[in-house]
């Protein structure tokens, strides 16, 4: 073999070889690139599935707070209507007229009151006389005091054993502690 068909063949010979390792590096490559695309899907599927995970975490915590918000304002309309219903049970007892006061009144006394007991009344209380005539003032000996409770209308009982407010306001704030829940309860229907 002579030296030109030597230098040849080792020329072949590295084409050859190179050519492998070209080919070699080729498939590693293929093979890296195609590791990385699929880690790569694998993170964006990840991160899509991440986002909608919060983005429904997100719009569920909306929906509570929004549901929340909406209890609110109806409790707040409900105490208002509430209120009005019982300002108007307030107005109501107010505009009684004298017959119907001293009847509600007298009702209470005989109810409430213990013999010997005080009934303080308004400053303002225009049915003195009316009441001092009420049977039950004189069976049970009350003792009745016209001024030096600040109520709007009743009266306050003063007794031996314990004081009792009678007064429209302490009754009607004690039916609504009683009734409240009732009454929301019937504007939802």
Do not use: C, P
Request: net charge negative.
């Amino acid at each position: 073999m002579s030296a030109q068909d030597l230098v040849d063949r080792i020329i072949s010979d590295a084409e050859d070889e190179s050519a492998a390792v070209i080919a070699e590096a080729e498939k590693t490559a293929e093979r890296i690139i195609s590791e990385a695309r699929t880690k790569s899907e694998d993170a964006m599927r990840q991160a899509e599935d991440t986002a909608a995970a919060k983005a429904e975490a997100i719009a569920q915590s909306r929906a509570a707070t929004a549901r929340l918000d909406g209890a609110k304002i109806l409790l707040g309309e409900k105490r208002g209507v509430i209120d009005i219903v019982y300002s108007a049970a307030a107005k109501q007892i107010a505009s009684m007229d004298k017959k119907d006061y001293i009847a509600f009144l007298k009702k209470l006394l005989e109810e409430y009151a213990e013999e010997g007991d005080e009934v303080v009344l308004a400053d303002n209380f225009a049915y003195s006389a009316d009441l001092a005539k009420l049977s039950v003032v004189s069976s049970k000996k009350l003792r009745l005091v016209f001024g030096g409770a600040r109520i709007s209308g009743g009266f306050i009982l003063r007794g031996k054993k314990s004081d009792r407010d009678l007064s429209v306001e302490a009754m009607i704030a004690a039916d609504r502690a009683e009734h409240e829940a009732e009454v929301a309860a019937e504007l939802l229907r």
